[in-house]
T-cell receptor, first 115, second 110 residues
Framework: DTEVTQTPKHLVMGMTNKKSLKCEQH?????MYWYKQKAKKPPELMFV???????INESVPSRFSPECPNSSLLNLHLHALQPEDSALYLC??????????????FGPGTRLTVL | LAKTTQPISMDSYEGQEVNITCSHN???????ITWYQQFPSQGPRFIIQ???TKVTNEVASLFIPADRKSSTLSLPRVSLSDTAVYYC???????????FGAGTRLFVKA
């Protein structure tokens, strides 16, 4: 199974809402990533987890809160977002340690719209 | 991290070979060149990776000259389904950060 799944596919939320994005993989990968992608732009790295511990936070605002409850799951908790946070949020996984060299397997993403 | 430069867009016709060149003048000794493909509303997909000379797999070939300051992704006999964005990035085993370049939008016409 070389699939990374993400739920929900689409999410519309108000600026006062709290929501969560979920990502799951069963490839035994111990490195997991969150990316943000705006329209017609490349993916931008947000967070990197290695062996369930946060390794990199690319200066992401605190309204985004990642969580890695176990080696197969990755969550992104959202609170008090702004309209400019509307984007495609991509989850990826790879062999550990996390590295730009290792092939990353991406999920289909969650299309987030903040009203 | 070495910065990459690619053409913004390219057009091709079905059945043609497409070559997309990426410039990475500041590539370091332990850097590898990696290419990803992304279809609309999907996550990127790894295509190929190489260090020097030529690498070929079932999808593409990657040509890297001796100075490694550029690389060329070659897609043989493209079809309409190859319409996508192709990202070149420079990667190394010690680098945690994955930085995608701007990408090349390939449009294949019938």
């Amino acid at each position: 199974d070389t699939e990374v799944t993400q739920t929900p596919k689409h999410l519309v939320m108000g600026m006062t809402n709290k929501k969560s994005l979920k990502c799951e993989q069963h490839m035994g990968h111990r490195a997991m990533y969150w990316y943000k992608q705006k329209a017609k732009k490349p993916p931008e790295l947000m967070f990197v987890y290695s062996y369930e511990k946060l390794s990199i936070n690319e200066s992401v605002p605190s309204r985004f809160s990642p969580e890695c409850p176990n080696s197969s799951l990755l969550n992104l908790h959202l609170h008090a977002l702004q309209p400019e946070d509307s984007a495609l949020y991509l989850c990826a996984s790879s062999q550990a340690p996390p590295s730009s060299y290792n092939e990353q397997f991406f999920g289909p993403g969650t299309r987030l719209t903040v009203l | 991290l070495a910065k990459t430069t690619q053409p913004i867009s390219m057009d091709s016709y079905e059945g043609q070979e497409v070559n997309i060149t990426c410039s990475h003048n500041n590539i370091a000794t332990n850097d590898y060149i990696t290419w990803y493909q992304q279809f609309p509303s999907q996550g990127p997909r790894f295509i190929i990776q190489g260090y020097k000379t030529k690498v070929t797999n079932e999808v593409a070939s990657l040509f890297i000259p001796a100075d490694r300051k550029s690389s060329t992704l070659s897609l043989p006999r493209v079809s309409l389904s190859d319409t996508a964005v192709y990202y070149c990035l420079v990667a190394n085993t010690g680098g945690f950060k994955t930085i995608f370049g701007a990408g090349t939008r390939l449009f294949v016409k019938a």
